[in-house]
């Protein structure tokens, strides 16, 4: 596909989403308030807890700040994969859109594109204003380093919610892969407390989950400065996640979307 071909579809769906955003601002409002209560929540959270308890060598609210707000950013952006497949199925739109020259997965990434762009705004606003609001010390973040384990984390997340939306068309059953990320992994990556205090054995599967290394590279880089030395390994496994899982998840993607051409069950749901 051309790249100006490109481009011009990723401005058709931007306008498209941007109309709709702008119809319907009461959401942002609300979406605004609920993140406020929640840094207001977290932050007595932390003064409850005390000064004694430094995850990491870093203050208990950062800690959670960053845990919270990059893996809710991260869970929201493979849920939109799977919701824009059920849509299509819904309104029964999936096996048009599925016939046109646009590969699939270039459909699916471009519909899902203005999600992922308005959740990164949602996601900079809670951690901007939590960390200025609340006067956490940021003042030697490497940001250079934030930037790569964010581009390497979005990669993540995009494999995987490919992944979803190729489960969802073979058997009708992605949400139950946002279900175990949005339920019970974030029991395993650091999201509230530091993975070393979990059971040895639950410390090991943490280990294969790339949102763990999401998570730590972050802080590292955000509230202590690391540099790319100490950031060597989270970006390393970030890295070795995004070439694993999504030549994985397109070839998945393919495979659902040829076997559900050839059964008739392309719009199922």
Request: aromatic fraction near 10%; hydrophobic fraction near 60%.
């Amino acid at each position: 596909m051309k790249l100006a071909g490109l481009l011009d579809k990723m401005a058709v769906i931007a306008r498209r989403d941007l109309l709709t955003a702008i119809r319907h601002r009461s959401s942002f409002l609300i979406t605004a308030a609920g993140a406020m209560a929640e840094l207001a929540a977290f932050f007595y959270l932390a003064r409850a807890i005390g000064p004694g308890f430094r995850p990491e060598g870093v203050d208990y609210f950062p800690f959670l700040l960053v845990g919270t707000g990059l893996y809710t950013f991260l869970v929201m952006g493979i849920n939109a994969f799977l919701v824009i497949v059920q849509e299509a199925q819904q309104t029964g739109t999936l096996e048009v859109l599925m016939t046109t020259a646009t590969p699939p997965a270039v459909l699916v990434f471009l519909s899902a594109l203005s999600a992922f762009a308005e959740n990164t705004l949602q996601l900079v606003l809670y951690l901007g204003v939590g960390l200025l609001l609340f006067r956490a010390p940021i003042e030697h973040a490497n940001i250079a380093g934030c930037l790569v384990v964010f581009l390497l984390s979005l990669t993540v997340a995009v494999a995987i919610g490919i992944l979803a939306a190729a489960l969802q068309i073979a058997i009708q059953k992605g949400s139950a892969l946002v279900w175990v990320l949005g339920s019970g992994a974030w029991f395993m990556t650091g999201t509230l407390f530091p993975v070393a205090s979990l059971p040895r054995p639950l410390q090991v599967v943490a280990q294969f989950i790339p949102i763990t290394y999401s998570l730590d590279g972050m802080r590292l880089a955000l509230l202590q400065g690391a540099d790319f030395s100490v950031l060597a390994r989270p970006i390393g496994m970030l890295l070795t996640s995004c070439l694993v899982l999504l030549p994985f998840s397109l070839l998945m993607l393919s495979y659902a979307l040829r076997r559900a051409r050839l059964a008739g069950t392309l719009s199922f749901y």
